[in-house]
């Protein structure tokens, strides 16, 4: 990965995307919309609280936001973060496979010369 691909890599937001309890509350609330803590809590083996803190650091990192409904909040995906995380996916994806197309050439040139 060449230094301009790192410095675009957001790490607190990977790690946050890295969870596999956030990825999963990320595609129930992709899918319904938006949610509570509680009503995501009923679809999932976390409780409440664990759910709320979760979504507490989707929030921080801005893949959701929570706007105050009665006594809880209701979280909806940020579709601009969410692209820029998708946009960040994409440029490592491009990098990483650059980085394997080099090392597949000077596996190839080894063989050659090796049967040469």
Do not use: F
């Not at 301009?4 to 309890?21: F, H």
């Not at 992709?30 to 976390?46: F, W």
């Amino acid at each position: 990965m060449s230094t301009g691909v790192l410095e675009q890599v957001d790490d607190e937001l990977w790690s946050a995307i890295g969870d596999p309890t956030r990825r999963r509350m990320l595609d129930l609330l992709l899918v319904e919309g938006d949610g509570t803590a509680t009503t995501l809590s009923q679809q999932m083996p976390v409780t409440r609280q664990a759910v709320a803190k979760h979504l507490g650091v989707l929030d921080r990192v801005g893949l959701v936001r929570g706007t105050p409904a009665g006594r809880e909040k209701r979280y909806r995906v940020n579709d601009a973060q969410l692209a820029r995380a998708v946009a960040q996916l994409s440029s490592v994806g491009s990098a990483w496979d650059a980085r394997l197309r080099r090392i597949k050439r000077i596996a190839e040139t080894i063989q050659r010369n090796r049967t040469d």
